[in-house]
C-alpha cells in the first residue's frame, strides 16, 4: 500500500512537471520568433504568402488557443508534424533516439566503472602520487569546456594520426527497427571519439566522488573493524566500502546519463552525431515548435524515470531505504 | 587509397589496397580507359541540410541544392546565368501571350517510363492546384500561367495571362515531377518511403533527415554519363567538422568551406575552389517611418529619421570601407559589392563599381543634412547565416565612428532577426538577398512594395521611386536578351544614385577537395552536386 501511494505522489508529480515543462517550452518558443520565416524562403516569398502559410501553421490564433489544439492531440497521442521536415515529429524523434541511446550508453558504461575504480585506488592510497595525480587530473578534465575537448580528440584522433574518423556514424545496422551504430565494425569505429569526449568529464566527476566518499568510509568503524580482521584491501574496497559509498555514485550516474540522453549538443554537433541533443538544438534555432515540445517531453520522461530508477536502487543498495517503505 | 583506409583494421586495409591494386593492374592489362577512381563512391560533406523530398514544397537552397541531382528542370543555368537546355531542347513565344516548349525526346524517368508533355502539364498542376500551404514556395513562379496544353507528346503550349517574358526563367527553377497513375502525389508520401522518380543523373537510394542521402548512378542519364557510381551525401552543419571530415579523408568534397580555414587545408594538399556567388549583402535602411527605432543623438534623445535624407545614406555608403570586409573578414574569399549581382554577370553595370573611402567628404555630407555632430545609430544583423555577417556589423561600426555615427551593433539569431525585421523594429539592419537573376533581387528589394504582383518582399525599408519601377517594369517586360541586360543595368544605376541601400559585398562560394576529385566546376548559385565533380583522370 505505502508503495502504491508512492508511485502515484510519483506519477502526479511527473505530470506536474511535464504541464509546467509544456507551457514554458510552449511560451519560449513562441516568444523567441515566428517559425513561419523558416518555412518559406524570406528572399522570395511575398506577404500574402506568408499570410496563407502563417494560417496553414495555425500561428495566426491567439497563443492559449495554439496551446489547447497542442495539448489536445498529444493526449490523443500526436505531436504535430515537423516544420521544417515535414514529418511526424515523434517519427523524428524516434528515429534519432538510437543514436543518442548508443553514445549516452556506451560513454557511462566506460565512465561508471572507470570513475569509481580511480576514485577507490585514489581513496585508498590518499596523499600518494597516484592520488595526486589522479586529483590533479580530474581537476583538469572537469574544467575542460566540452568543445574544446572534442575539438583536441579530433585532432589528436583523426587529424594528425588519423587512427579514428572525424565524425559521422558510420556504417549502421537495422536492429528493432532502428539504425544502430554499434551494431557494425565500422560503426563502433566511428563511436570511439564522440563516447570519449562524453565519457572523460564523467570519469572525473565519478573519481572525485568515489574518492572522498572512500576517504570518509575509511574512518568508519566498520572500515577499521575489517582491517583489524585482517582482510584483504581488495576485498575491504569491493565488498565493504564500495556499497557504502555507491548511493551518491549511482545518484550522479542517473543525472548524469539524463544529461548525456538530452544535453550532448556540443559533442553531437561537432561529431556530426545526429542525435536527440542536437536534434534538440536545431530544432530551437529552426522554431521548430512540434519537433521541440516533443524533444522536451521525452527528455522530462527520461529525466522522471532515472529518477525513480535510481531510487529503486537505492532501495536495493541501502538495506535501510528498503526497510523504511 | 592510405587517406581512406587509414579508419579501418590494419589488416583490413592492407587486404583492401591489395585487392584496389590488383583491380588497378587489371584494368590497366585489359586496357580499360576508365579513371580508377571514378569506380569508387564519392562522399560529399554539405551543409544544405535537405528537409522533404518533395521537390516542388519550399523554394529553399537546403532542398534544391541535393534535390537537382534526382529532379531536372526543362531548362538549366549555365555558369554564367544564361539560359540552356535541360529537358527543353528549345522554346519560343509564337506570340505575346503564348511560349511553347519543345521537350527533348528519348528521355526516360528512374522507374523506365518515358518523359512526356504529360508529366510537364502534372508539375504545374501540381504546383498551382494541389500543394496548399505552407507547401507553396513556387507558386509564385507560375502566377502568370493561364493555361497548359500539349498538342503532342513532345510540345507544351503554355498561354499567359499578358506577356510573361521571363516564364523560361521561371522554368529554370520547377522540377519536373513524374505523373503517378492516378491523382497527386503529396508531400506526406515523397517524406514517407515512396521512392523519388525523376530524370535526373542520379536515383534516388536512401535518405536520413538531417544525416545522409545515398544516390546511385542512373545509367540511363540522357546527358553527359555521370561519373561516380555512387554519392553519398553527409550532412554536416558545423563548418568545423567539414573542415575536420575534408581533413581527415572522411570525405572526398566539402561545401561552404569557411575562408579562414582554406590557408591551413592548402597546407594539407586539399585543393579549394570558389567563384563569387550571385548573391549580394548588404545594408538596409528604414527610409518611410519619421522616427526609427534605435536612432538617437549620442546623448540619446530620439531624434526624426535621418535615413529618409539621401545625403546622409549617401554618407554612410561613402564612409563604409569594404576592403577591410573583404581583405579581414572574409579573407579574400569575397567580392566588394556596388550593385547587386558581381559586376560580368547578365544585368550588372559596367559603371558601378565599388568606391573607396571618402571619409572627409562623407563627414561634410552628414554636416550639411543637419547632423554636424553625428547622430547613434543600432546596426542589427543575423548570425551564423551569411559568411562574415557579425563581424561585418563590428567593422561598419569602425568605419561609420570616423564620421562622427556611432554604431551600437546588434546580432541576433536569424529566426529572431526576421521576426523582429518583419515587425518594424529596426532602423538599419544587415541583410543578404539571392536569385536567379538580377531583377529577381531588384523586385524584391527595391521595387515598391506590392503583394499583388509579388514585389517588395525584401523591401522592409518601404523605399519607394516610382520612376524606378517604371524602368524596372519595361526592362523585365523585354525578352531575355542584351537589350533586356541594358535596361535592368540602366535601372540600377539609376536607383543607387539615390542609395536606398548599401550594397557590402559577394560572399565567395569555396569549396575544398581531396584527391579522388581532379576539379569541380563552380557554380554562381552554388549548389553542391556529384555532377560538377569531374574525377581525377590518370
Redesign the interface.
Known amino acids: 500500500m505505502a508503495l502504491f501511494s508512492l508511485a502515484l505522489g510519483r506519477l502526479s508529480q511527473a505530470l506536474l512537471l511535464l504541464a509546467v515543462m509544456s507551457v514554458i517550452g510552449f511560451a519560449g518558443i513562441h516568444a ?18 506568408i499570410r ?2 502563417t ?3 495555425g500561428l495566426d490564433q491567439p497563443l492559449w488557443r495554439q496551446y489547447l489544439v497542442f495539448i489536445g492531440n498529444v493526449i490523443g497521442g500526436n505531436f504535430g508534424t515537423s ?5 511526424p515529429a515523434s517519427e ?1 524523434l524516434l ?2 533516439l538510437p543514436a543518442t541511446l548508443e553514445l549516452a550508453c556506451v560513454a557511462m558504461l566506460v565512465a561508471a566503472p572507470l570513475g569509481t575504480g580511480l576514485g577507490l585506488v585514489a581513496g585508498w592510497r590518499t596523499g600518494t602520487l597516484l592520488d595526486r595525480i589522479i586529483l590533479r587530473t580530474s581537476v583538469f578534465a572537469l574544467s575542460l569546456p566540452s568543445f574544446w575537448l572534442a ?1 583536441m580528440l ?1 585532432l589528436g584522433g ?2 594528425l594520426t ?8 558510420g556504417t549502421t545496422a537495422d536492429l528493432l527497427g532502428g ?1 544502430w551504430s554499434v551494431a557494425t ?2 560503426g563502433i ?1 566511428h563511436l570511439i571519439l564522440p563516447a570519449l569526449a562524453l565519457a572523460i568529464p564523467n570519469i572525473a566527476l565519478i573519481a572525485r566522488l568515489a574518492r572522498s566518499g572512500t576517504i570518509e568510509a575509511q574512518g568508519l568503524e566498520f572500515s577499521r573493524f575489517c582491517r583489524a580482521k585482517g582482510l584483504p584491501a581488495r576485498r575491504i574496497l569491493l565488498r565493504h566500502t564500495l556499497p557504502n559509498i555507491a548511493v551518491p555514485i549511482v545518484t550522479i550516474i542517473g543525472l548524469q546519463f539524463g544529461g548525456m540522453l538530452a544535453f550532448a549538443v556540443v559533442v553531437e ?4 552525431w ?1 542525435g536527440v541533443g ?2 534538440l538544438i ?1 530544432s530551437i ?3 521548430d515548435r512540434p519537433v521541440v515540445m516533443a524533444t522536451l517531453t521525452f527528455i522530462s520522461v527520461a529525466f522522471v524515470a532515472l529518477n525513480a530508477l535510481v531510487d529503486l536502487f537505492h532501495a536495493v543498495l541501502d538495506p535501510r531505504v528498503r526497510l523504511s517503505t | 587509397m592510405t ?1 581512406t583506409t ?4 590494419l589488416l583490413l586495409s592492407m587486404l583492401l589496397t591489395l585487392a584496389a591494386q590488383a583491380g588497378a593492374l587489371s584494368a590497366l592489362l585489359v586496357g580499360m580507359a576508365g579513371p580508377a577512381a571514378a569506380q569508387e563512391e564519392l562522399r560529399i560533406a554539405t551543409s544544405y541540410k535537405l ?2 523530398l ?1 521537390p516542388q ?4 537552397n537546403e532542398n534544391n541544392s541535393l534535390l537537382s541531382q534526382i529532379y531536372e528542370r526543362l531548362i538549366y543555368q549555365d555558369e554564367h546565368l544564361a539560359l540552356t537546355p535541360g529537358l527543353a531542347v528549345s522554346w519560343r513565344a509564337p506570340s505575346d501571350t503564348q511560349w511553347e516548349f519543345k521537350l527533348r525526346p528519348g528521355v526516360r524517368f528512374h522507374d523506365g517510363s518515358p518523359f512526356t508533355a504529360d508529366d510537364v502539364i502534372y508539375s504545374i498542376d501540381r504546383i498551382r492546384n494541389f500543394l ?6 513556387f ?2 513562379y507560375l502566377s502568370g500561367i493561364k493555361s497548359v496544353s500539349a498538342p503532342d507528346p513532345l510540345t507544351v503550349i503554355i498561354d499567359t495571362e499578358g506577356n510573361v517574358p521571363d516564364l523560361p526563367l521561371s522554368f529554370s527553377s520547377i522540377f519536373v515531377m513524374h505523373r503517378p497513375a492516378q491523382g497527386f502525389q503529396s ?2 508520401e515523397l ?2 518511403g515512396a521512392v523519388p522518380i525523376g530524370t535526373g543523373p542520379y536515383r534516388f537510394d536512401s535518405w ?4 545522409t542521402l545515398k544516390l546511385i548512378r542512373n545509367d540511363g542519364y540522357w546527358g553527359r554519363m555521370p561519373t561516380w557510381p555512387a554519392v553519398l551525401f ?1 550532412i ?3 563548418p ?2 567539414r573542415v ?2 575534408l ?4 570525405v572526398d568534397l566539402a561545401d561552404s568551406i569557411p575562408a579562414r580555414d582554406v590557408q591551413s587545408l592548402k597546407q594539407r594538399g586539399v585543393k579549394v575552389e570558389s567563384i563569387g556567388a550571385a548573391r549580394v549583402n548588404f545594408l538596409q535602411f528604414d527610409v518611410a517611418s519619421d522616427t526609427a527605432p534605435g536612432i538617437t543623438t549620442k546623448s540619446g534623445e530620439v531624434i526624426g529619421n535621418p535615413f529618409k535624407d539621401p545625403r546622409v545614406r549617401r554618407a554612410l555608403a561613402m564612409a563604409t570601407d569594404r576592403s577591410v570586409l573583404v581583405d579581414k573578414i572574409l579573407s579574400g574569399y569575397g567580392t566588394p559589392a556596388a550593385q547587386f549581382f558581381p559586376n560580368g554577370l547578365p544585368g550588372t553595370s559596367r559603371t558601378l563599381n565599388p568606391e573607396t573611402p571618402d571619409y572627409e567628404t562623407a563627414k561634410a555630407l552628414v554636416a550639411s543634412a543637419g547632423y554636424p555632430d553625428g547622430f547613434r545609430v543600432v546596426l542589427a544583423g543575423p548570425v551564423g547565416r551569411y559568411p562574415g555577417d557579425g563581424e561585418s556589423l563590428q567593422a561598419v561600426a569602425q568605419s561609420w565612428a570616423r564620421i562622427g555615427v556611432s554604431v551600437e551593433p546588434v546580432a541576433a ?4 532577426f ?3 525585421r ?1 515587425a518594424g523594429d529596426y532602423g538599419i539592419w544587415y541583410g ?4 536567379e537573376a538580377v531583377d ?1 533581387i531588384l523586385d ?1 528589394l527595391l521595387a515598391s ?1 506590392d ?1 499583388k504582383r ?2 517588395g ?2 523591401n522592409f525599408g518601404h523605399y519607394r521611386n516610382a520612376a524606378f519601377d517604371t524602368m524596372l517594369a519595361k526592362a523585365e517586360s523585354l525578352q531575355d536578351g542584351l537589350e533586356r541586360d541594358a535596361a535592368l543595368a540602366t535601372a540600377t544605376e539609376f536607383v543607387m544614385a539615390d542609395q536606398p541601400i548599401i550594397p557590402l559585398y559577394h560572399f565567395h562560394h569555396i569549396v575544398g577537395f581531396g584527391p579522388k576529385v581532379g576539379s569541380y566546376v563552380m557554380h554562381p548559385r552554388g549548389w553542391t552536386t556529384a555532377m560538377q565533380t569531374i574525377p581525377v583522370t590518370e
Open positions: 523567441v520568433g515566428n517559425p513561419v520565416f523558416n518555412v518559406v524562403n524570406i528572399e522570395t516569398a511575398t506577404a500574402e504568402d496563407r502559410a494560417v496553414a501553421l516544420y521544417i521536415y515535414h514529418l523524428l528515429s534519432k575539438m579530433i583523426a587529424v588519423g587512427w579514428f574518423p572525424s565524425g559521422g556514424r539504425q565494425a565500422d569505429w554537433s561537432i561529431f556530426a545526429p542536437k536534434l536545431d534555432q529552426l522554431l | 587517406l587509414r579508419r579501418r583494421p528537409m522533404t518533395d514544397y519550399a523554394n529553399l496548399k500551404p505552407p507547401g507553396e514556395g507558386r509564385e508531400t506526406e517524406n514517407g536520413s533527415s538531417g544525416e553527409r554536416i552543419e558545423s568545423a567538422a575536420a571530415a581533413t581527415t579523408g572522411d539569431p536569424f529566426s529572431v526576421n521576426t523582429k518583419a543578404g538577398c539571392s536569385g529577381v524584391a512594395p503583394p509579388g514585389l518582399a525584401l
